[in-house]
């Protein structure tokens, strides 16, 4: 079993930056993909970014030239730079590990809201 824990959500202001971490800990020897996924409400979950433990990434386009995804190996923390955040970005996100990369990992973290006004 892994843990996921994240930090870092909170309120800001449309065109502002915040950065998510996710720490995870316990059985990490399988997890080769790293992902954040963000559920907003009445929506489903869906994929924001995610990182090969070679650091290939994917980003969805939605996202793609203000968020970045990148993990550190070493301490088993992968982060998500978020800038120029606009109001649809409001959500509460999770992060994910799993072995397999285009599939969701086995292990969530319980989720950090980010709440972006207008």
């Known amino acids: 079993q892994a843990q996921l824990v994240e930090s870092g959500g909170g309120l800001v202001q449309a065109g502002g930056s915040l950065r998510l971490s996710c720490a995870f800990s316990?059985?990490?020897?399988?997890?080769?993909?790293l992902g954040w996924y963000r559920q907003a409400p009445g929506k489903q979950r869906e994929l924001v970014a995610a990182i090969s433990k070679g650091g290939v990434t994917n980003h969805v386009d939605s996202v793609k030239g203000r968020f970045t995804i990148s993990r550190d190996n070493a301490n088993n923390i992968v982060y998500l730079q978020m800038n120029n955040l606009k109001p649809e970005d409001t959500a509460v996100y999770y992060c994910?590990?799993?072995?397999?990369?285009?599939?969701?990992?086995?292990?969530w973290g319980k989720g950090t809201l980010v709440t972006v006004s207008s």
């Open positions: 994910n590990a799993g072995h397999w990369w285009n599939e969701r990992g086995d292990y």
């Open positions: 316990g059985s990490t020897y399988d997890i080769n993909v």
